[in-house]
Every structure is written in structure tokens, then in C-alpha cells.
């Protein structure tokens, strides 16, 4: 069936039940090794993975891995150009759960990259980037440890659909001319701009269905949270763009406020409940201003339209929400995304969920990530309905490729969130206890080491991995 890889010959499949993994004791899971640190990161990870599984449970589970080749060594496989053969593809999609290393994606070449097509061709939607602090990580930041955020960023749209022209071309100048001289002026609330014919042009598609199928996912996870972490926060840019990033917070409230509407309360509905439950006699129109500030300051119309709100949300949730029931909801809030920005790190303890459109939470989880530790210390998951792909937010960090040198605990952290996934859980725990553990020791690679005050001495990239494993017998 495969071309030039073979399948373990012991082993079974993953299989997938409304979304949700059916785990067997010995599952088959294909992993591609990664380009640049790949070849450092991989075989770290995966002594970590099976020592866990070994010691967790004895030998009654166990992984039974299936390399694939994606990338420079598909490339050495396959022949020259064949960065993601079609084997690589059929066994991804038979086996369901998969992990790789970080793979290289040319800049401004005619290579997309690997990464996102993998994530679109399995229709992987969400990925999921904790960042969560480990006791005893240095970091620039005066207090990591207030920060606890799972960035669930939409995977598969916005930049991701890679629609582009570049400037000169004939199809961008044809766009170009029939946004200026039919579109443009057919729109009056376009006025009289015009695109510079200079220009390259990308389209940036924001669906209804794609928002709130991830905003779906960040909502399930909240209710999985501990109480006072049960919050999500939609980011976007919609004082900007309203039909793309403001349609993203629209749609993440819709969604809360209708399929979730027993579980959700927004921010805004709970300062309208909040308002009545201090003041039970407290008119619309007083509570419509406080809820908004520059009330007095508005037209007839748009005040109008602030206690229409204020009267919907008591008709609709009080009985089921007031006199203090909407603080055991999950609450949605949004935030901009410049100031989400400022906010992780000038009140990292605020937040929980982020839900993000795509370019947004590529940049905020690298951001995320420095503040705990740095991007050896960023994990994270792509996850569709029938498949998940485990990989670290970093990339192939190519000047420190073959050195032993780069921290493998992204990628580690990646594969206890497959554990988790898999419903695995002790053997993530103890993986999660060993690297703690070595962290606190001072037992760190470069990243972690140059931090620390005071000095500790450099781990290889092979020899962190053995000293978490060793710290599992702590
Ligand atoms: N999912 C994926 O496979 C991804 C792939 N990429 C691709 O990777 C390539 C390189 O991208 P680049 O912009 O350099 O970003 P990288 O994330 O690869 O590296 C940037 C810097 O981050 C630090 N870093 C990264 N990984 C680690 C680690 N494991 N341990 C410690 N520090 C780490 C290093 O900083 P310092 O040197 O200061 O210590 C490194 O120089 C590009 O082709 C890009 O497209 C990028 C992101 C994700
Ligand atoms: O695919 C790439 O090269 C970059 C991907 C990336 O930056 C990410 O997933 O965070
Ligand atoms: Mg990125």
C-alpha cells in the first residue's frame, strides 16, 4: 500500500468517535523527525515519550512508532522536490494521531509551507498552544508564573488560505483594477480610495463556520477548567477590520450566547446583571450608562440602542443567570490585539482561553511563550475532528541544527499533550513531574541556562532528556 515506508507489523489503529479519540494500548502513531533541530529534538522526545509509557504502566502500553518522511529527508527518500510524499499523507490519515518535529519553509520561495499544508489537508482547525509556567524556568519576565493561557488559534483560514499575488503580475493587476474601478466605487462606504498598482495583494477569507467551529473547541475546553480559569477571550482586530476580525468576536459571542447559552455569560451581560443585582430599581437607561461610559455622549439612536441591549439581556438571562448565577458561568470577553499583547504581560493572571484568528495567534503564542521560558518552552497541538498532529510552536532554529544543543522541551511538552489527548495521563504526568523537576535542579539546555542566576552549566539536548527521565523516580 505504501511506496517506500513500511508500517510496524505490531500495533493497532487509532480510531475517532464524534471527534474523539478510541485509544488501544499499543497504537501505531506515525512521526516525522523535522528538519534543522529536528534531528536533535526528535530522538530526545521520543526516549522521554516511551520511558514514561514504560514506567507508567509496565508494558501494558505502548507505542508502537512509524517514521514518515516529510521535508529535507522526504526529499532524500522520495527524490529531489518531494518535500510531502503521498505515503506520508495515507498514513497520517489512516493512523489518526501523529507528532513531528518543525520543518522549514523557504521565505519567499515557491515552497508553501509544509506545516500549514499539513494542517489543511487534514482539516486540523485548532491549534492549541498552552503556555503555562514550570516552577524554577528563568525568565526575563518579573512573574511568569501568573501566566496560564491556552492559545486556541484558527488553523486553517485568514493567512493560512495563502491566496496571493505578487505585485506586477497579471492576474494581481487584474484584481487590482477591478477592485479600483468596479468594486471600490460600487461600495460608498469606500469613499474614493484606491489600491496603489504597485501593490501585491492577498485575500484574507474570515468564515462564520470556521470562527465558531474554533471558538466551539476553546469553549469545550473552558468547561473542562478549574472554576476560576473558565474564561475565553476572543482577540481580534475589529476596530480595524470589521468584517473579518470584528465578525470573528461577533460570531465567538453568537456562539456562546446560543449553543452554550446555559454555560456562557459575556462580559457586557454580567456588568448589565451585576448593575441590577446592586441596585435592583436601577433603570435602563442608568444601567445602559454604565456599562457604557460615553453613554451621555452618543446620539439618540445609539443610546437607544444601548438600552434595547440592557433590556434584552434581563428579559432573556436574568431568571436564568442573575442574582449571581452568572459567576459560575464561563465568561467570554474579547480584547484587542494590540493590547492583548500588553496584557500577558502586564496581567498575565487574567487570562485563560485565547481564541485567535490565525496571524494573530502565531504571533501571541511566540509572545506568550517568551514570558514563560522562551520557545523551548512552547508546546502545541493541531486538531481537527478525525485527526491530530503534535508539534512545538518554534521552528527548525536552523544555525542550531546537529549541535545537541536546542531545548527540547516544546516538543517534549507536545507529546504529553498526545498522552492527554490519547488519555494517557499518567505517563504526561510523570513527564510533566521529571521535567519540572530537572528545570528546578538547574538541569537545563543553553536557553534556559543563560537565564539562570545563578549560572548552571549547559545540558545537551540529549542529556535534558535523560535528566527528566531520571527525575520521573523523584
Ligand atoms: N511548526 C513548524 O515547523 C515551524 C516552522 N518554522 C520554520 O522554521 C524555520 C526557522 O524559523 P525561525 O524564524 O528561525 O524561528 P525558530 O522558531 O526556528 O527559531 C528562532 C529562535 O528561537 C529560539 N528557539 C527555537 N527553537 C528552540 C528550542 N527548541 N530551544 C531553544 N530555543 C529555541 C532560538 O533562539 P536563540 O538562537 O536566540 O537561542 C532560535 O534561534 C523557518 O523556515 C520557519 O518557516 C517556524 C515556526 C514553526
Ligand atoms: O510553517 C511555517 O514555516 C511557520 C509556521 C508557524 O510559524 C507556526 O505554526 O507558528
Ligand atoms: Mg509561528
Known sequence: MYEKIVAPTTGSKITFKDGSPIVPDDPIIPFIRGDGTGVDLWPASQKVMDA?????????????WFKIYVGDEACDVYGTYQYLPQDSLDAIKEYGVAIKGPLTTPIGGGIRSLNVALRQIFDLYACVRPCKYYAGTPSLHKTPELLDVIIYRENTEDIYLGIEWPKGSETGKKLIEF????????????????IRLDSGIGIKPISKSGSQRLVRRAIAHALRLPKDKQQVTLVHKGNIMKYTEGAFRDWGYELAT??????????????????????????????????????????????????QEVADVLFAIWDSHGSGQWKEKIMVNDRIADSIFQQIQTRPGEYSILATMNLNGDYLSDA?????????MGPGANIGDECAVFEATHGTAPKHAGLDKVNPGSLILSGVMMLEYMGWQEAADLIKKGLGAAI????????????MEPPVPELKCSEFAEAIIKHFAD
Do not use: F, M
Open 52 to 64: 514514561a509509557v514504560e514506567t507508567a504502566y509496565g508494558g501494558k502500553r505502548k507505542i508502537n
Open 179 to 194: 477592485l479600483n474601478n468596479e468594486l471600490i466605487p460600487a461600495t460608498p462606504e469606500h469613499g474614493k480610495k484606491q
Open 258 to 307: 446560543t449553543e452554550y447559552r446555559a454555560q456562557c455569560v459575556t462580559e457586557r451581560e454580567s456588568w448589565v446583571l451585576g448593575n441590577k443585582e446592586q441596585n435592583p430599581d436601577i433603570s435602563l437607561e442608568d444601567n445602559a450608562r454604565l456599562i457604557d461610559p460615553g453613554y451621555d455622549a452618543l446620539t439618540p439612536e445609539k443610546q437607544a440602542k444601548i438600552r
Open 368 to 376: 506568550a511563550a517568551a514570558i514563560v521560558g522562551g520557545l523551548g
Open 440 to 451: 528546578s535542579n538547574g538541569e537545563v539546555t543553553y536557553d534556559l541556562a543563560r537565564l
